[in-house]
């Protein structure tokens, strides 16, 4: 785990360091950051001690912000400018620790750079409500007032590898906007971009006590970030199995758990296939397949499955993957070879069970290329489970009964994709998929960055993200009553 490995460093390795308080801080024991595609050292961070965690606590606990809607909106402000201005630099940091390719990884920043400037908007206003009080033959000449007041304790923030910076963003911008103090461990895959970000954030002006960054061993640290003395309420997106252990081990703390999604495209008999193949291949392969919201599950009506599953395989061996430092490439790695092997063993499995493999499914390493299986049923674990990664399993289904039956027959409920024209299909899929949102001739995880997103199921417990929802949720609200 520490830099005994006899790895050959990357010319833009980076020996990071803890941020605390306003002070790097090292340690003699590191976490290398291995690059995917090209198995170099990208860099190294600390791995943070229980002491270090603590202090860290303590430090975000005894500061109390009293900085303005106006100071905050413009160090918001200026953190987008600042990341824009070095889009480059973060794009490629994101593409070597992650393998993501650089088309992924440029998007990646502009979505970043959208949350600070959303949170700088939202930080502006002000959601209080006034309510009269003279409304019933009891009521009283008085008003109540709304208020949104920061938390008492610390917020604790956990992200995962698939977003290495926006999943941090969309932690630290609403806890910026609404004048908290929070705690981030980024995922020990991919810390270099979160202390990329924190620094950009210290230089347009946030005092560091409101952020600080935790690296290091899950293992060792990860307790003690949810039950801290100082900890009020738990951020954390990632896998179910580690978000319901959060939920078991919270105790009397407020958690935001963003967890996985089975998200099906559901093709109907009527729809335009080549649009909708476009949307399939898009949202199966963009950020490697790597997103809770990515198309894990194709769906399509028997008497348009053909040629579907034609025009899916046709636009899949067009789409490029390799080295994801070449800008030409269409698709990176996936996180790691364990992940790549994991698919193949899925895939075969299906096969094993009578699907069939119709391209793909070869790996090198962490590459694994885009993949397209049909005849695949739904009890498969390929589809029945999430599956993480560039795979386009198809499903043939009699009607829409059938379709609601499978999408809604796993433990997930995040996100759809539907691709019809008739709206008596559309409106039944609103109102009868059991999913957080239903996309409309659009993938399932289109969204932006302020509006509300999040699953139900397996998917996810508490408060959605999106800026607007997450200050909600980062927030104790007040009344004040008064006479009128």
């Not at 008003?143 to 008492?152: N, W």
């Not at 495209?265 to 193949?277: F, G, R, T």
């Not at 094993?352 to 674990?381: C, W």
Request: aromatic share 6%.
């Amino acid at each position: 785990m520490n830099a005994r490995n006899p790895l050959k460093d990357s010319e833009h390795f980076r020996a990071e360091a803890l941020r605390i308080g306003g002070e790097r801080v090292t340690r003699d024991r590191t976490l290398d950051v291995i690059s995917p595609y090209s198995r170099e050292r990208v860099g190294t961070v600390p791995l943070a001690t229980l002491d270090d965690v603590r202090r860290a606590y303590r430090i975000g606990n005894a500061y109390h912000s009293t900085l303005t809607r106006y100071e905050r909106s413009s160090i918001l402000q200026k953190a987008s400018a600042l990341l824009r201005a070095r889009a480059d630099e973060a794009s490629t940091l994101i593409t070597l620790e992650s393998g993501l390719c650089r088309k992924d990884s440029m998007y990646e920043i502009g979505r970043v750079a959208d949350v600070l400037v959303f949170g700088a908007n939202e930080a502006l206003r002000d959601d209080g409500q006034v309510f009269s009080c003279d409304l019933t033959p009891h009521g009283k000449k008085r008003k109540v007032i709304t208020m949104r007041e920061p938390l008492q304790g610390v917020i604790t923030a956990i992200t995962p590898f698939n977003h290495p910076m926006n999943q941090v963003a969309h932690k630290v911008v609403p806890s910026i906007a609404t004048n908290n103090r929070m705690v981030l461990k980024p995922s020990e895959k991919v810390p270099l971009s979160a202390c990329f970000l924190a620094d950009i954030l210290y230089e347009a002006g946030l005092p560091p006590e409101m952020f600080q960054v935790i690296t290091g061993d899950p293992r060792e640290i990860a307790d003690e970030m949810l039950v801290n003395e100082h900890v009020d309420l738990i951020t954390f997106t990632g896998g179910v199995p580690i978000g319901k252990y959060i939920a078991a081990k919270a105790g009397y703390r407020r958690i935001v758990l963003e967890l996985g999604g089975n998200d099906p495209l559901i093709v109907m008999e009527d729809a335009d296939l080549d649009k909708a193949s476009d949307l399939a291949v898009q949202g199966s392969y963009k950020n490697s397949g790597q997103r809770c919201t990515a198309v894990k599950r194709m769906l399509v009506q028997e008497s348009v499955a053909p040629a579907f599953t034609e025009l899916v395989v046709e636009k899949t061996r067009r789409w490029k993957h390799g080295d994801p430092m070449d800008a030409s490439m269409d698709m990176g790695t996936v996180i790691d070879a364990q992940a790549a092997a994991r698919f193949e063993e899925l895939v075969n499995e299906a096969v094993a069970q009578g699907a069939r493999l119709l391209t793909g499914n070869q790996r090198d390493g962490a590459l694994y290329a885009p993949t397209v299986i049909d005849k695949v049923r739904p009890e498969m674990t390929l589809v029945r489970e999430e599956t993480f990664g560039p795979v386009s399993p198809i499903i043939a289904f009699r009607d829409i009964d059938e379709a609601i039956a499978i999408s809604n027959g796993t433990a997930y409920g995040l996100s759809s994709g539907i691709c019809t024209n008739r709206m008596d299909y559309a409106t039944r899929f609103a109102h009868e998929l059991k999913v957080g949102t239903v996309n409309l001739w659009e993938v399932p995880g289109y969204r932006i960055e302020l509006t509300p997103f999040g699953g139900i199921k397996d998917s996810g417990l508490g408060y959605k993200e999106g800026v607007q929802e997450a200050m909600k949720s980062f927030c104790n609200g007040k009344t004040f009553t008064l006479p009128w």
